[in-house]
């Protein structure tokens, strides 16, 4: 076999790192169930505009048709809406509601995961933001949103999903969108490219027949402009499925609001690629190409010629244009602006079936790329069904700035140092969001590259990478290429990938990966630290820090895996070496099997970690599938807390693998505190009264006796029953004099606030509460309650406090008892 060249090269390249290897373990069953919903409240900074994220796992229950009941779970709730500094998770121009915190309507319910996966299969639950969604599947059935942004909005990007066709191949149907309840219009949705089955022995493959059974890839993105005037701040929003809409049903996962800025104007020293033949087409494309559009392939790359000879800027005006057929476009040290992904858009349409390898949209050498969208009429990450890449990237210096892609095989495949990739937005795509590495196009390095500040969500592959490959072996001899160094993953989103890892470390050395936030993988490890095949580089250093993960962890190969793991194995290969890296300060929430798993490793400081209520154990040294006969690690200042019934904080199932431990938690010192969920509650804002910080007894609270019915909630569900109170929920109970429960919050800024608190009681109690400051400065006096009738008839009442900014340990402080709290808005003075 000779080495490939071209196009086939490059996917030759693509393939040889990074098709997924693992174990293949088969297991039939089934899991998930559903239960009838009541509307379900916001939470605190229902609005995410940044994804650092306060989680709250609701429990809501839905009736189906066949009558069977069961709790819902596992469901996050929204984000906040502003970021802290050092807050995890990316900036982003839009604001996403997740449909289960939205009210439903007219019998629509919500469907949420219940209990870690049995069987090694997918479903719409797992493969949803949040592990939860929305199903509307009859006329009148609707969910509901407030714009609580602050802002006027008049676009917006929904993720649903529709039926397959019972031949495969998809459908179109439309869905309305409401503003205060009046009909706005309908939005076009389509299931052209999604719906992938792994029945009939085609386990993680790009089958597309509904006959092979065990679907997975369910949900699909589609943006709009909003007609008419701008949704006002406050307004509501809502998707109804009206007689006119015809699928049988939607699932709703979640929608993104904003307000795009205007167009960018052509900037000085540019080529339009209108003037070297382009010729726009706008006709929606909803899941397929327009067969009419003209092929405007060979007159950008004239204008990418032409700017590279005169030493311009390559201008992509607004408008959707057309690469038809199999090439894509190579630039070499320029610049390529669009006027907003909102409005410049190349899209690539390959004849399906194709049999010709891919090259991708752009190959692109020490470049600047900037401000547009990238789509195609892809239907898997296979060549045949016209799986391409969006952005092959190599050279010094390069940078990819506010890209958005979609239904690509991959968004950015980047080799080179220097590089950075920021801003960009990455949905449904069907392999690897954001892989940085060491062979791009040719490329031999990958040295201090960075990704920051983007946001990635629905991708059948890593939502990003650090993938360091030692040699590819073509059969004609080996290519060797220079270990990774030095790489930087800070304040990325990577939300729902359904076909891998949120982050994985593969390989290299000095890399830090800081202030990410990760949620909801389907199938995989939350965030790994390893090496990749058996070709590709050790990984000898990394700083792992700050990051958030939450309910991660899957099922893939029924191998249970964790949220967190560290050292060789995650790739299901168990070789090389794995050693230095470091795991520190992150807070790992929700995992769906056990929270950090080791494998074989050396040298790996695991400390200060936050871990809450994670589905199976906590830190497990050799959990299942992912052995660790030798190794070593430093363990301290974790917590731990949230266990289930049986399960253990810590775990070395290894004789040979060595672990010094000291200050943990489970070791009989003080437990640490931390927010509920990983992040503090943001005033102003509402703080949920079920929502007090983690770590037990006596450090996050302190009560006389354990009451109430919470803990399906979070397990230390302590005081807690279910509300009557409007928005459903949890209040707290059993009060009494001398209890107390913390609270961590962030304040936007210093000043004086007032606080709404929600109380119910039978009798008037006077001095019942007061809120404290950590240092027992009381900040409220003391504060009275009305009678209202019963421990479930509420009312409001109000007291001020002056904060400092930033974040802070608040207490209630119980000093009566004989009421119940249900939640406490601040709002600034």
Known sequence: MTAATGPAKLLSLRMMTRNRGDREIMQKGTQLTTTASKPRRHRAGAAVATLAVAAAFALVGIRMADGATV??????????ATAAAGAAGASTPFTSYEAESGTLGGGAQTVSLTAAPTNQYATAALEASGHAYVHLSA??????????????????????????????????????????GVLRQPLNLNSKQSWLYEGNNNYNGNDQNPADGDSRDFFDESSTFITGAPVAPGSTISLKKDAANSAAFYDIDSVDVENPPAPLAQP???????????????????????????????????????????????????????????NGLQAKGITIAGAGPWYSTVYRSVPLPNSVGLGAVFSVTSCTVENFHIDSNATSRATVDGAGGAMDTTGTNWVADNIWSQHVESGFWASGSGGTVKNSRLTAIWADGINLNNVSLNGTTGSNLTATNNYVRGTGDDAM??????????????IYYTAMSGVTLTHNSLIAPWGGKGIGIYGGSGHLVQDNYISDTARYIGLGAGRFGVNGSDLLGATVSGNTVLRSGGNAYSQGQPAVQIGNGGDGQNSGTVSGVTVSGNTVSGAVYDAVGFSTSTGTRVQDNTIVSPWRGGIVISPPFYPAPTGSATVTGNSVTGLRSGASAFTNNSGAFTVTASGNSWQGGTSREAPFGGSPAAVPGTVQAENYDTGGQGVAYSVASANGSGNGYRPDGIDLETTADSGGGYDLGWTG?????????????????????????????????????????????????????????????????????????????????????????????
């Open 268 to 326: 000085a020293n540019s080529i339009s690629i209108t003037g070297c033949g382009a010729v726009a087409d706008d006709n929606p494309t909803n899941g397929s190409a327009d067969s009419q559009a003209v092929d405007s392939t060979g007159a950008i790359q004239n204008c990418i010629n032409q700017a590279q000879s005169q030493g311009k800027i390559l201008w992509i005006p607004q408008g959707t244009f057309y690469l038809k057929g199999t």
């Open 737 to 829: 004099g001398a209890q107390w429960f913390r609270y961590t919050v962030d304040a936007a800024a210093a000043g004086t606030y007032t606080v709404s608190f929600r109380v119910a009681a039978p009798a008037a109690v006077t001095d019942g509460f007061h809120l404290s400051d950590a240092g027992g400065k009381n900040l409220t006096g003391a504060v009275n309650i009305p009678a209202t009738g019963g421990f479930q008839n509420w009312t409001n009442v109000t007291a001020t406090v002056t904060l400092p900014a930033g974040r802070q340990v608040l207490t209630l402080a119980e000093d009566v008892g004989g009421w119940n709290a249900n939640s406490a808005t601040f709002t600034a003075k």
């Open 139 to 180: 006329a009148g059935q609707s969910v509901q949103w407030t714009n609580n942004t602050g802002q006027s909005v008049s676009a917006i990007n929904v993720r649903a999903s529709i039926p397959d066709s019972a031949a495969g191949g998809g459908i179109t149907a439309t869905l309305d969108l409401y503003v205060n």
């Open 465 to 478: 990478a650090i993938n360091s490959v030692a040699y590819n072996d073509y059969g004609n001899g080996k």
């Open 71 to 80: 709790p819902a779970g596992h469901a996050k709730a929204a984000p906040r």
